[in-house]
């Protein structure tokens, strides 16, 4: 099956940092979803984007489907960012789902 | 817009009982989804409907797990009987496909804990 390979594991800033987020993927996909895992457990959609790049206040997210490859850049960031933040791809529209491990952000006041 | 509804949000029970999650998925989904997540991993799918069908139920363990998705809305989840390596969370996306982005959305998930 498809592999999907999220980096770093864990991350550590202080409050006004910005951080980049990566993940990889094995194969050709249909969809591409980031997802913000808040500590109550609610994955929260970030961006739907399996190609191109989208801006949504202090996020940003970029995917080169030619290099299999998206970014999510955190900028300025505040400790409600904390959380993990989740890479999640599918080979066919409406499949499943392959979730990466995951980033776990800690964001320091 | 209602997003995904869960219920219950925890329970906990003891090894060898049976126990049901249920999902309403947000209104003019068509597809349902439901994914497993164990501690410090990603969700991982179990089963997903179209409608009234099952369209992939190859993960879900089916000498003890049944879904069931009545009249193409509301869906219920069943373990039985439960094993302590069933402790998870349990969770529920739906999406609207061919209409547009197939986005999933989530609900806010079943955490089970077994005894």
Redesign the interface.
Known sequence: GIQVEQSPPDLILQEGANSTLRCNFSDSV??L?W?HQNP????I?LF?IPSGTKQNGRLSATTVATERYSLLYISSSQTTDSGVY?C?V?LT?????T????TQLTVNP | EAGVVQSPRYKIIEKKQPVAFWCNPISGHNTLYWYRQNLGQGPELLIRYENEEAVDDSQLPKDRFSAERLKGVDSTLKIQPAELGDSAVYLCASSRIGLGPDTQYFGPGTRLTVL
């Open positions: 249909n969809n979803q997802f109550w457990g609610q994955l959609n739907y989740f999640a599918d529209s409406g499949s499943r789902l979730f990466g491990e995951g």
